[in-house]
């Protein structure tokens, strides 16, 4: 059973930076597509980025240069670097994880939550 525990969010400032962390256990990040996902008040969950063997993509243009996804093999654990951070940004963060096979599955964190306000 593949368990992702998130961490890092907190309280900051439009323009500030934040990263967060999903420790995994279970299985190896490697042979897992992961992902970070994120939900405001009133919307729907969204993804805002993706990293596979071939390395990150999916970031959407409300993200798109602000946002990194990245691994660390070792630890086994991913990042979401955030930069540049505005109010807009203000969400549940959740790390998912897929492990693609005859029946793929999910598995989600709890999340952490992030709050960008002045």
């Known amino acids: 059973q593949v368990q992702l525990v998130e961490s890092g969010g907190g309280s900051v400032q439009p323009g500030g930076s934040l990263r967060l962390s999903c420790v995994v256990s279970g299985d190896t990040i490697f042979r897992l597509v992961m992902s970070w996902y994120r939900q405001a008040p009133g919307k729907e969950r969204e993804l805002v980025g993706t990293?596979?063997?071939?390395?990150?993509?999916n970031y959407p243009d409300a993200v798109a240069g602000r946002f990194i996804v990245s691994r660390d093999l070792p630890d086994n654990t991913v990042f979401l670097d955030m930069i540049i951070l505005k109010p807009e940004d203000t969400a549940v963060y959740y790390c998912h994880a897929l492990r693609v096979g005859p029946s793929d599955t999910e598995y989600w964190g709890q999340g952490t939550q992030v709050t960008v306000s002045s």
């Open positions: 990293l596979t063997n071939d390395g990150p993509r």
